[in-house]
Each structure stands twice: as C-alpha cells, then as structure tokens.
C-alpha cells in the first residue's frame, strides 16, 4: 500500500450511525415490508427499535417515507405525492357489495367463522366471496375454532393493513365516521350492527335476528 494513502476499514455495527444505515439498506433492498425481528436476523441481533424511529424522524419531510403497517417496516411514497406517480388508466380491485360486507366483519371481529359472518349478515355467505379476498391477500385463514366441527376462521392480513394506509387495526374507523362519510346506509341496521365492538351488547344471533326481522 502506497505511504500516504487512507485504509479503507470494514464498517462495522457498532456505532450508531451504522446501525442506522444497515437498516435503512435493508429496508430498501427488501421485496417486502420488514418487521424489527426480520431486521435484526440480519443485523446480528442488534436492537434496531431506536435506528428505526430515528429513520422515520428523518424521511417523514422527503419524498419517500418509512411507515409501519401491521408492525412491519417499509418505504412508501409520501401521501402529498402519490399523484404524481400515478397513472393515468388505473384498474381498482373492485369488490362486489358481498364482499365488501364480509371483509368488513372479518375486520371488525376477526378472527371470524364463516358461519358467524353469515349470522352477522343475515345470508349465506359463498366460498367464492371468501375466495376473492384471499386471491386479493387482504384475508387469511388464522386456524380453527375449538368448538365442534373445528370450523376455520379468518382474520385480515399485514396487505390489508397497507393497503388501506393503517397502522394496525385500531385505526379502523368507528360507525360515527363511515356514516358521516357516507359510507353506510343508516337504513341498514343489521349490516351497522355489525361494526360494533363484540362487547357492546348484542350479539351476533341477535344482529342476524334483527335482519331477518327487518
């Protein structure tokens, strides 16, 4: 090596700034979102809680920012410029009214049968609408029910979190917010029903009741 010139050294984790920049590589480099254990897997165990809300602090002014969905890390276009990067012939993932139905309660009241979400809607619910939002990776067979019959229940995925920009599912928004968006017929009272807490009173044998009533 010449007298003069600088040795290149092999970084290393232990500064902080390292660390930081390891996750931040990752989580660039990452086919798909990344939770903190994924990432420390590859950071030699390291705790990359601080590194990751310090990454989160420093993109939340760029053009791209570090999100957390469904307690996974990734990079996404800043809200205030999605426009700008969107195509002029857009297809959306249509839902039919079925289906919208039944992955609202899957939400609200997961992990759910599908003969509770039928006791909840008041009508049979086919495999194909279950089908459909599998295909779509919004819902996901979380088990069975030990109860006779063991049936299959579903609950919503870490997708369904992204794509429709939650956290967690906390927040989900409550009836108040989706009748003021018009989002709800105030008429259909069984379908409202269903976005109640399971604790706040009525049933689910007492909503489907109430449908068939009505």
Do not use: C
Request: proline share 7%; glycine share 6%; charged share 30%.
């Amino acid at each position: 090596m010449t007298e003069g010139t600088p040795q290149r050294t092999q970084p290393t984790l232990n500064a902080p700034d390292d660390l930081v920049r390891a996750v931040e590589a990752l989580l660039f480099a990452a086919e798909e979102p990344l939770s903190a254990d994924d990432l420390a897997a590859h950071l030699e165990g390291a705790d990359v809680r601080a590194a990751l809300d310090e990454l989160r602090a420093l993109y939340s002014t760029r053009g791209v920012v570090l999100v957390e969905r469904g307690k996974r890390w990734q990079f996404q276009t800043a809200p205030d410029l999605a426009h700008l990067l969107r195509r002029e012939r857009e297809q959306p993932r249509r839902l039919s009214r079925a289906a919208t139905e039944v992955l609202a309660i899957i939400a609200y009241h997961e992990p759910v049968s599908r003969a509770e979400i039928e006791s909840i809607r008041g009508v049979q619910t086919s495999a194909g609408t279950l089908d459909v939002l599998m295909e779509a990776g919004w819902v996901r067979p979380a088990g069975r029910r030990e109860v006779p019959g063991r049936p299959v229940i579903y609950a919503t995925t870490p997708d369904f979190l992204s794509h429709f920009g939650l956290t967690s599912r906390r927040d989900l928004p409550g009836i108040d917010e989706l009748k003021a968006a018009g989002l709800l017929d105030p008429v259909e009272e069984a379908f409202t029903a269903a976005f109640a807490p399971d604790d706040a009173g009525e049933s689910a044998e007492d909503v489907a009741g109430d449908a068939q009533s009505s």
